[in-house]
C-alpha cells in the first residue's frame, strides 16, 4: 500500500513536470530560502485494526495535543523545493479517557510540490497557492523508529516575504511505540498554522526567457552594429572606388591637358621660332590704314608670343603699299600710316615700350609677286 501510494504521487509529480508552462532559470543556492514557525493540534492513532473490529473507533485515539514546529526550506524551481521540519508534540495518552502526558519528537525531510505554479504558471503576486508535499524522517516517542507522510501547505502571502502557512500532515510509523506496548501501524495526524519569511539574493524566479531576452537584444543590438559598420565599409569602399575612378579619370584629363599645353607650347615656341626668323605680316584692305577684325585677332596673337620673348628684344616694323595701285607719293603716305598704326596698337594696347621698335616704310617697292600681299606691315625681331 505504501508502494503504490508513492508510485501514484511520483507520477503526480512528474505529470506536474511534464505540465510545466514556461522554463525557468534555476536559482542560486542562496535565493528562495525561508524559514517557518507554526504550533497548532495533533492527535496520535493506534490499534486500527482490533478497533473496528471491536467496534470500539474510540479506542483508535491514542492521545492528542499541542504541537510547534520550526522549519527552514528552499525553492529549487518555482514548483519544487524541499523543507526540514523539527517537531516537538505533547500527546496525552487515553485510557478511560484519563489523560496522561507523552512526549513526541520528529526530524523529517519534505519533498515540496507547489501545484498551483504547475498547472496555473508561475506568479509573482499570487496570493494562495496549493503545496502538496511527501516527508520522511525519524520520529521518537517511547519507542523509535522512521517514518513517512504526506500533506498538504495553503501558503497565504501578506507582502513579498512575508506568508501565513495552513497545514494539515499525515504521518504513518513503523516500529514505533506512542502510547504503550505496540499493537502495529501507528499514526498522527497534525494540523498546525504558522508565519513564513522568504530571504536570500533573490526572493522570486526569472523564466529563462526574461533572462535570456536582455541577452538577445544585446545580439541583436552587436548584430545591428556589425552590419552597419559592414555597410559603412561597403559604402566607403564603394566611395573610394569611384574615388579612384574620378582620380583616374582626373589623371586622363591632366595628362591630355599637358599634352595640349606641351602642344601649344611647341606651336607658341615655332611662332617664336618663325618670329625670329621670319617676320610676322598682318595684311591690310586696299586704301586702309587699320586693321579688319580678322587681322586684329591674328595680330593679338603675334603680339602675345612677342611679349613672351621679353622687353628686351627690339623688333622692325615695315609698311608696304602696293606700288601697281595709286601714285608713289599715296603709297608713301599710306606704307607710313600702317607702320605707325601697327606701332600704335603694339604701345598703347598692348603696353609695349617705344624704344622696342624700329619703323620704316617702302611704298613703291614690292615684296610679294601677288598684288594683294604688298598691302601689309612686317614685323621681325632685328638682328
Not at 74 to 92: A, D, H, S, V, Y
Not at 279 to 284: E, G, L, Q, S
Not at 292 to 312: C, F, P, W, Y
Request: net charge negative.
Amino acid at each position: 500500500m505504501k508502494i503504490k501510494a508513492l508510485v501514484f504521487a511520483a507520477a503526480i509529480l512528474v505529470a506536474g513536470v511534464a505540465n510545466a508552462q514556461e522554463s525557468y532559470v534555476t536559482n542560486s543556492f542562496d535565493s528562495n530560502l525561508y524559514v517557518g514557525l507554526s504550533a497548532g493540534a495533533n492527535a496520535s492513532f493506534d490499534g486500527f485494526y482490533g478497533a473496528f473490529k471491536a467496534g470500539d473507533i474510540h479506542r483508535l485515539v491514542k492521545g492528542g495535543g499541542i504541537s510547534v514546529e520550526l522549519s527552514v526550506g528552499k525553492w529549487i524551481t518555482p514548483e519544487f523545493g524541499f523543507r526540514l521540519n523539527l517537531t516537538g508534540l505533547n500527546t496525552e495518552c487515553i485510557s478511560g479517557w484519563h489523560f496522561g502526558e507523552n512526549p513526541y519528537y520528529s526530524a523529517s525531510l519534505a519533498f515540496l510540490w507547489d501545484a498551483t505554479n504547475t498547472f496555473a504558471g508561475y506568479d509573482s503576486q499570487r496570493v494562495v497557492s496549493v503545496v502538496p508535499y511527501l516527508s520522511a524522517g525519524y520520529y521518537k516517542s517511547v519507542g523509535r523508529g522512521a517514518g513517512f507522510g504526506a500533506g498538504i501547505m495553503l501558503p497565504i502571502a501578506l507582502s513579498e516575504k512575508w506568508s501565513i502557512v495552513p497545514d494539515v500532515r499525515f504521518v504513518g510509523f513503523s516500529d514505533a511505540v506512542l502510547v504503550g506496548p505496540s499493537t502495529g501501524v501507528c499514526a498522527n495526524v497534525q494540523v498546525t498554522v504558522g508565519a513564513q519569511y522568504k530571504f536570500g539574493k533573490k526572493t522570486g524566479f526569472e523564466t529563462a526567457a526574461a533572462v535570456t531576452a536582455p541577452l538577445v537584444v544585446a545580439a541583436a543590438e552587436a548584430e545591428a552594429a556589425k552590419a552597419e559598420v559592414e555597410a559603412a565599409q561597403e559604402q566607403a569602399q564603394v566611395e573610394i572606388k569611384d574615388l579612384s575612378e574620378d582620380l583616374a579619370k582626373l589623371q586622363k584629363e591632366n595628362e591630355a591637358l599637358r599634352a595640349e599645353l606641351d602642344g601649344i607650347a611647341s606651336e607658341n615656341a615655332a611662332i617664336v621660332k618663325n618670329l625670329m626668323s621670319t617676320p610676322a605680316c598682318v595684311f591690310f584692305e586696299i586704301g586702309q590704314a587699320t586693321l579688319s577684325v580678322k587681322e586684329l585677332e591674328h595680330l593679338d596673337r603675334t603680339v602675345k608670343t612677342m611679349i613672351a620673348q621679353g622687353k628686351n628684344i627690339t623688333f622692325t616694323v615695315c609698311g608696304y603699299s602696293d606700288k601697281n595701285t595709286g601714285s608713289a607719293r599715296r603709297n608713301n603716305q599710306l606704307a607710313k600710316q600702317r607702320a605707325n598704326y601697327i606701332v600704335k596698337l603694339l604701345t598703347e594696347k598692348y603696353g609695349l615700350s617705344q624704344d622696342q621698335f624700329v619703323v620704316k616704310h617702302e611704298g613703291n617697292t614690292n615684296i610679294y609677286t601677288t598684288i594683294e600681299l604688298n598691302r601689309a606691315v612686317l614685323i621681325q625681331a632685328a638682328e
